[in-house]
């Protein structure tokens, strides 16, 4: 356990006393529901307080959990903003009825239209790419596209987490846009065939699996490898540079990209102080705090990388496929995958 994991039971036992106790119209505060772990979130809500002489009271919890909390409190919840990583999870709060929409001409103009909820229900505050990594010593020329990755001359090489994971039912329901579900069917069945084992571990143990060579081709967000720059990450660090990477489908939609995101809470006591919040969210300050936390890409156009994130450097990101239909699918997405077997 991380010691922000450590820290993050006890964040919630003394926010969520401080919530219980909060005036839940307070034209002072705003209350956010969060499930990012970072402590120096509250960095960034300092700045906002001294900007704007509004507190940020932060509760801490799992996505679900959080979404349930929302649920069972209902128009009582002295919640404002909630935030979640993947939007696959912002469908699950959306299906709960747990956000509003809100207008805002700041956001508009900031985070673009396919980093957006069509109907403004949340948008992104930065962006993580599902990506392709090989071994460099063993592939010559790597798939250049997802497409690709199910080609029969693939077989045995592939690393790739369970499907229950939502990073791969949200890729999966990218493809079914795109291609249709018969089409994205196949698709995963071609991984399944391809892959060099079952299913196993988190997306850092599918890179391992290049350094081990239990893997030629492995699949996984692109921060995973940057923290094995970062940090010691072991079975990863030590070997890293034998990993080499492609951003798929650089000469047609572009790499699949998933968001971390941020809304309103359709309760929200403190809607105006919440506004306020999520506007600052996509100042240039906001954009590098959120990004260079988790080596992420920056949601609003044209703010600079942090220098670890710049080692991968940019890409084209797939802008056709709103975000909003990875959720849209993410029930046939969990189908195709039990019957082609990818567990
Ligand atoms: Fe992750």
């Known amino acids: 356990m991380s010691p922000s994991n450590m820290l993050h039971g006890l964040a919630i036992t003394a926010l969520a006393a401080v919530a219980a106790t909060a005036t839940p119209v307070n034209a002072q505060s705003v209350n956010v529901y969060s499930s990012r772990h970072y402590d120096s979130d509250d960095v960034l809500y300092d700045a906002f307080t001294e900007k704007t002489g509004i507190t ?31 939007v696959g999870r912002m469908a699950r709060a959306e299906e709960a009825g747990v956000l509003q929409p809100f207008d805002s001409e700041v956001i508009e103009a900031r985070i673009p239209p396919h980093l957006r909820h069509p109907d403004d229900l949340w948008f992104g505050i930065s962006q993580r790419a599902r990506i392709v990594f090989y071994a460099k010593d063993r592939v010559d020329t790597p798939p250049r596209t997802y497409e690709e990755l199910a080609d029969p001359k693939w077989d045995d090489t592939i690393c790739v987490r369970s499907s229950s994971n939502i990073y791969n039912q949200s890729l999966l329901a990218s493809i079914i846009e795109v291609h249709g579900e018969e089409a994205a069917r196949d698709w995963a069945a071609g991984i399944v065939e391809n892959m060099a084992r079952a299913p196993q571990g988190g997306d850092t143990d599918q890179l391992r699996g290049l350094v081990s060579g ?11 490898f940057l923290r094995g720059f970062d940090t010691d990450v072991s079975g990863l660090s030590e070997d890293i540079d034998s990993i080499g990477w492609v951003w798929p489908n650089q000469g047609g939609r572009g790499a699949h990209v998933n968001l971390a995101t941020a809304a309103m809470t359709a309760a929200a006591p403190n809607a105006e102080n919440a506004r306020k919040l999520l506007e600052f969210m996509t100042t240039e300050t906001a954009q590098r705090h959120f990004a260079g936390q988790n080596n992420e890409y920056p949601a609003v156009p044209g703010v600079g990388l942090d220098e670890d994130t710049a080692r991968l450097g940019l890409f084209i990101p797939d802008t056709r496929t709103n975000t909003a239909a990875f959720s849209r699918n993410a029930a046939k997405a969990q189908t195709i995958f039990n019957e082609v077997g990818w567990n």
């Open 56 to 86: 940020v009271n932060r509760i801490e919890g799992g996505a679900d959990e959080l979404i349930a909390r929302l649920d069972a409190e209902g128009d009582n919840s002295p919640a404002d903003v909630f935030m979640a990583v993947d």
């Open 214 to 224: 239990e893997c030629d081709l492995a699949i996984s967000n692109h921060y995973y």
